[in-house]
């Protein structure tokens, strides 16, 4: 069975190196006051840049972002970046998909700007969400991509239990109990700050205001989960 796994992957890799990759737009990196800013989509590229300009510049532990998201295995390999070097995280505009999954979870400190949105949409569990970032992870190969999703998972749920935070953060908003998205037409799910913390997010702030209304910004557009805590601990 391993024998077949690897030529599958060896014939995959061959073919997709035949066709032209779907490109992302690059993401602008720069440093500015004693931080690492990134505006644009997560890469393979975007995180070489960012660890390199980190690794060079061992004092500056703020990452300044705003994202939709982009390259789920790459947001995976910053974001242990983030962790491991205790990172605290300003999202200037929003953070959202694989920003949110994997930047916002892992950071030491998390601020918000006045008007700065961090949502999520789902994650490795939400094949749908798997879907649409497909093409990074095989580009060009959509349909391949469904052979190799428990990889992406199980490397998914190592990140998770690394960083010590709920992996079920990406999908809550979909659940059947506490969920909201389906409940109307939107762009995707945030959380209180308690509820964070009962996920292991902690340290989470918007700028100018006090704690709990750190999230009371949010256009309609967004839809808050209510985690019930008697029913996590059943």
Same mark, same amino acid.
Request: with cysteine; proline share 3%.
């Given at each position: 069975?391993?024998?077949?796994?690897?030529?599958?992957?060896?014939?995959?890799?061959?073919?997709?190196?035949?066709?032209?990759?779907?490109?992302?737009?690059?993401?602008?990196?720069? /440093?500015?006051e004693n931080a690492i800013e990134m505006v644009g989509e997560t890469s393979a590229s975007s995180v070489e840049q960012l660890l !390199?300009?980190?690794?060079?510049?061992?004092q500056i532990k703020t990452?300044?972002?705003?994202?939709?998201?982009?390259?789920?295995?790459?947001?995976?390999?910053?974001?242990?970046?983030?962790?491991?070097?205790?990172?605290?995280? !300003?999202?200037?505009? *929003?953070?959202?998909?694989?920003?949110?999954?994997? *930047?916002f979870t892992a950071a030491h400190k998390r601020v918000l700007n006045n008007d700065a949105v961090v949502a999520?949409?789902?994650?490795?569990?939400?094949?749908?969400?798997?879907?649409n970032w497909s093409f990074y992870i095989f580009p060009g190969f959509r349909n391949v991509v469904q052979h190799y999703l428990d990889a992406f998972l199980?490397?998914?749920?190592?990140? =998770?239990?690394?960083?010590?935070?709920?992996?079920?953060?990406?999908?809550?908003? =979909?659940?059947?109990? /506490?969920?909201?998205m389906n409940e109307g037409d939107f762009d995707g799910f945030y959380y209180s700050v308690a509820d964070l913390l009962i996920l292991g997010v902690s340290k989470t702030s918007r700028k100018n205001v006090s704690w709990d209304n750190t999230f009371n910004h949010?256009?309609?557009? *967004?839809?808050?989960?209510?985690?019930?805590?008697?029913?996590?601990?059943?």
């Amino acid at each position: 069975m391993m024998r077949v796994f690897t030529l599958l992957i060896s014939a995959t890799v061959l073919a997709a190196c035949s066709n032209a990759p779907q490109e992302l737009p690059q993401a602008t990196i720069t /440093v500015t006051e004693n931080a690492i800013e990134m505006v644009g989509e997560t890469s393979a590229s975007s995180v070489e840049q960012l660890l !390199e300009i980190s690794n060079a510049n061992p004092q500056i532990k703020t990452f300044r972002v705003t994202s939709n998201g982009g390259d789920p295995m790459s947001a995976m390999q910053w974001g242990y970046h983030l962790y491991r070097n205790q990172f605290t995280i !300003e999202v200037m505009d *929003y953070c959202l998909n694989s920003c949110a999954n994997y *930047y916002f979870t892992a950071a030491h400190k998390r601020v918000l700007n006045n008007d700065a949105v961090v949502a999520w949409s789902g994650g490795a569990q939400n094949e749908s969400w798997v879907q649409n970032w497909s093409f990074y992870i095989f580009p060009g190969f959509r349909n391949v991509v469904q052979h190799y999703l428990d990889a992406f998972l199980r490397r998914e749920t190592r990140f =998770f239990n690394r960083i010590n935070v709920d992996q079920d953060i990406t999908e809550f908003g =979909f659940d059947e109990s /506490v969920g909201c998205m389906n409940e109307g037409d939107f762009d995707g799910f945030y959380y209180s700050v308690a509820d964070l913390l009962i996920l292991g997010v902690s340290k989470t702030s918007r700028k100018n205001v006090s704690w709990d209304n750190t999230f009371n910004h949010y256009p309609s557009n *967004y839809c808050q989960v209510e985690l019930d805590p008697v029913q996590m601990l059943r």
